[in-house]
């Protein structure tokens, strides 16, 4: 779009101190972001190093790889890894954080302070898993389904739950400094329906991030106190119940997943206009959608325990109220492929990303129905159909939407620009792998395979010989990304303050942002995404 | 600043209301009226939350943003409690000891 | 109220101290609604067990102190009063009397909690405190059907139902006692701001969101005291 | 497995037995869901390679058209999918209301779980571990309890499954329809050896399925073991037949409504006979004492099974007079 002179900005908050305090003690939520993402980076390598060993011992159908409870562990430390320490935190504390912010024109977040806690709060809660793991490990399933975790399980769950415990904190912290942020930090003229979409959808995820940990909060709680002195909460031998447990972890846990997939589509919604140069189709309807789906995912949370011993009567409720966190789903999915409509469609990487999002998404969110139609979700429950379901929203939709983001905003928090054929090969790796790895598995799971086995009968082996080999493609594919975006940080090419040729105020400072994030405070006076009439500004 | 100041008589007045709620409160849960002590003692301490709420954290002279915040909070607890009851009562089988 | 642009507590990322106190006011009544949510976890398992076991939960009742309950309720609600008092102080800059509700705030905080542990004392000694030590006399027939206390039977079922409820007892208060300490701590720092001078009545949001704090754990106890203290009582 | 050496997808099945009446109903409503994914997917996937195509980007300053949105097809990709979902609730739960409502003449069987294994209690005193054997064309219910944590059968030919819970009865119900072997599962982690709790259930025509009754059984029916246990814990010294005992008569009780000390009525089935041997002082029959100890911890599952067993057996007697 502009090929005005790109430079490096002689100030900005990269090399406003250089010392390993002005990072430590920093209040700068773009900081504050790069230490989130230096951490998140961390876990998810660790979590994908154990799904590494999982493919590895499923090659076979027998147990000859690892032992059982070896094997348990895995799968339970690489869940509680991706979910608790990298899939909950990815998108809102880096780029939520770096970019809240910016798009709506603040100087910093509300509460900075509380943002640098929230990061020490997230690595304590990681240091006391890693201590879980090195200890020995926990073999509980990242569930931790009572009566097994609090009477059965000989390993490390009350390290495991303390990190949890902590960790939630930080998540709380983060959801509800953002909400702070966006209704009193927004800059003049900067109205609600000004707001970029992937601010509605940070919103959205800190509602349910505010609403939900707590209540995941004392249930992790309750368990270590179970376990410390057998207070029978969930003890049927001491009259309590083991499915009061699974109401109150899922009231939490099925609303996260929703805070893993939100910010993703917000992050899509940026990208499908940002690429298609185009206002995004029914840009209240996404709006309102993310806050939909924020509220409707805190009424279904049931549809876990269709066979786990509740009433058939809410069983039948669940499934129904299940049902419409669908509708904002799919109007979300018809919107972004409407916007695709007579736009300028650029086949850059970060839009690779998005229309892989879209595609992965949509097949997640259609077997989602399959679980949600409680016949059905009987037989498939509790088997790889499931493994595949989530592994389809939470890799296919929230690992894609992040690295998507990721690489649309790379520009903007590093000053430089990637290798663009590695990362749309890159891209193409993990596409592929990823279908590779998960698709058999819905299969898997028809058949009856169920999960957390670690021994299977040899009829499933090509299936999983499949998935497996998929998963080597996928490892492989997320590899490159970090060792080019690392290179790039040195021998990049400058990336200018707007790369893209995008709108939004994010691309009207420059490449890194100074530390005040703009020159000078900025004043709205249009809507987002208004291709049309906004004068790209190359500074 | 944003603050509305009261007049202290407020604060003296919400103060002995909640003092004579406390007395009522345990003075009913003596009186045998079956399924209607619970109701009665939750009433009343829904009562002097409301008081606390609205006077003493100053709702009802707060921006209408702080009193969806209060509504959500109580909203949500009562999805919790709703959705999770709603189990409870409609199984079929019975606990046993 | 004037815009001050330059005030030593205005920090960098807000353009005045409305905006900043608006933001800190919002940012803990978000967190109370976390708090809300906190202690709902708890009360829903309140609410199913007591619904399981409610001549269980009776019996288990009786044993605690109504007295010491009621006071207990009384302390908290008059630190209520004096900690709306200190914000009505602080609006008014009148930092002497500030500190004066501020420090009455946290004596009455504390004698909530010593109250609080002369009851968990004298649980300690009937061993009701769950776990192997737990035991537990039957004073009332859990059927109200005239029984001679002895002759029940499945006194050991009893006893697990009434751990229940005494589990429920200390995470629910313990965890309310936490937030009272926390509570204390907060008195403190606000105190020690008071002092130096820091509160204002242009600048005292910090006063203003502890207090929100105060009042919030407050309200958990009008619900404990008669949850936990106050079922059945009618039975003798 | 025969050697599936040759071919590489010889002996890999796409696609799970369907051996139950239940199995039918399930796949039709999975090949619906199928062809509305499929639907929705190659239309979306469709437009968004053409769109891509279509629209690539010619010049590098080009924008996109200017146009916002339309209320028309907001609401028709609303209330589109929102017919869909309908459609799929009702048919999903009316195939749950059939899997949860077992017929009412059923051969039952008690199951208990525990780490890592099944054991299968038949009426005629037949137990198995880890197999099942079960007759072709007969509704089967199985009564489920665990030992110590959750488990949960699944039976992927048949398309049940549910949870087995520590102290209580969960039940599931399956009518095979053709013999067979097939894999049993436990489908909720259970600990260390969860994956070697498998077995397999033996659907057999009837007349061998009676052979295989018979050759088994040493001990007598399930009701009969319940008989002795009676004697052996002194039940009968309260629970007489000739109603002069200080508990109720059990006689020609099981399946009929009793009445409770606080008036309520109750129909006696497994679960409160259960929970009247666990927990005896919990719901009394009017008009006695709560005088009856508790056996918890005196009786195993496997015992309680036996003694439900024995009370369902009191059937056969001149029905007495229940208070």
Known sequence: MSTGTVFMPPRHYLNDGYGIRSWLLTRDHKRIALLYLAAVTLFFFVGGAFAVLIRLELATPAGDFVSDETYNKLFTMHGVMMVFFFLIPSIPATLGNFLVPIMIGAKDLALPKLNLASWYIYILGGLFTLYALIAGGVDTGWTFYTPFSTVSSTTNVIPTALGIFITGFSSILT??????????????????????????????????????????????????????????????????????????????????????????????????????????????????????????????WGHHMFVAGQSVYSALIFSALSFLVAIPSAVKVFNWTATMYRGSVSWQTPMLYAIGFIGLFTIGGLTGLFLASVGLDVHVTDTYFIIAHFHYIMVGGTLMGYLGGLHYWWPKISGRLYNEFLAKLSAGIIFLGFNLTFFPQFILGYLGMPRRYHAYPPEFQVLNVLSSAGASILGVGYLIPMLYLMWSLRYGKLAGSNPWGAVGLEWTTTSPPPTENFAESPVVTWDAYDYQTTVTVES | MTGHVLPKRIYYTIFAILMFCTLLTVWIAFLDLGPLNTIAALTIAVFKSVLVILFFMHVKYSPRLTWAVVIGSVFWLGILLVLTMGDYLTREWRHYG | MPDVTHHPALAHQFDSLAQQSEATTLGMWVFLVTEVLFFGGLFATYAIYRGWYPDAFAAASHELDVTLGAINTAVLITSSLTMALAVHAAQLGQRKALMVFLAVTM???????????????????????????????????????????????????????????????????????????????IMLVMLWLAWRGTITDEYYSPIEISGLYWHFVDIVWIFLFPLLYLIGRHAH | MDEADADMWKGTPLFPDSASTMAGRVDALYFFLIVVSAFFSVLIAGLIVFYAVKYRRRSPDSVGASFHGGMALELTWTVIPFFITIVIF??????????????????????????????????????????????????????????????????????????????????????????????????????????????????????????????????????????????????????????????????????????????????????????????????????????????????????????????????????????
Request: proline letters at 7%.
């Open chain 1, 175 to 300: 959801g509800l400094n953002f909400i702070v942020t966006i209704h009193r930090m927004r800059a003049p003229g900067m109205t609600w329906f000004r707001m970029p979409l992937f601010l509605w959808s940070m919103y959205a995820t800190s509602l349910i991030m505010v609403l939900g940990t707590p209540v995941l909060a004392i249930t992790i709680l309750l368990v270590a106190v179970e376990r410390l002195f057998h207070f029978g909460f969930f003890d049927p031998r001491l009259g309590g119940d083991p499915v009061l447990f699974q109401h109150l972890f899922w009231f939490y846990s099925h609303p996260a997943v929703y805070i893993m997939v939100l910010p993703s589509m917000g992050v899509v919604s940026e990208l499908v206009a940002a690429f298609c140069r185009k206002q995004v189709f029914g840009y209240g309807f996404v709006a309102f959608a993310s806050v939909a789906i924020a509220v409707l995912g805190f009424l279904v």
């Open chain 3, 107 to 185: 004596i009455l905080g504390a004698a909530f909690l010593g109250i609080k542990s002369v009851e968990y004392y004298h649980k300690f000694v009937e061993h009701h405190i769950p776990g192997p030590s737990f035991q537990f006399e039957i004073r009332i027939s859990p059927n109200d059907g005239g029984n001679p206390p002895g002759k029940l039977a499945d006194v050991e079922l009893l006893k697990a139902h009434v751990q229940i409820f005494f589990s429920l007892y200390f995470v629910m208060t313990g965890l309310h006692a936490v937030h009272m300490v926390i509570g204390i701590g």
């Open chain 4, 90 to 323: 009702v048919w999903g739960a009316s195939v749950f209301f059939a899997m949860s409502r077992p017929p009412d003449e059923t051969l039952n069987i008690y199951v208990v779980g525990k780490q890592w294994m099944w054991k299968f209690q038949h009426l005629d005193g037949q137990r198995e571990i880890n197999e099942l054997h079960v007759p072709v064309g007969r509704p089967v219910k199985l009564i489920m309890t665990s030992e110590d944590v959750i488990h949960d059968v699944f039976v992927p030919a048949f398309r049940v499954k549910a949870d087995v819970l520590p102290g209580r009865y969960t039940n599931i119900w399956f009518q095979p329809t053709k013999p067979g072997r097939y894999h049993l599962f436990c489908a909720e982690y259970c600990g260390t050896r969860h994956s070697g709790m498998v077995g397999e259930v033996v659907v057999m025509d009837p007349s061998e399925y009676q052979t295989w009754l018979s050759g088994g059984a040493p001990e007598g029916s399930l009701a009969s073991a319940g008989a002795r246990l009676f004697q052996d814990l002194a039940c009968n010294t309260c629970h007489r037949p000739d109603a002069q005992g200080r508990g109720p008569v059990l006689e020609g009780l099981f399946g009929k409504t009793a009445t409770l000390q606080s008036g309520e009525t109750i129909t006696v089935d497994e679960a409160y006979v259960r929970e009247s041997i666990l927990n005896p002082s919990a719901r009394v029959t009017a008009g006695f004492q709560p005088i009856m100890p508790t056996f918890q911890g005196l009786v195993t599952e496997e015992q309680l099974l036996e003694l439900v067993e024995y009370v369902k057996s009191l059937q056969s007697l001149p029905p007495v007079q229940t208070r």
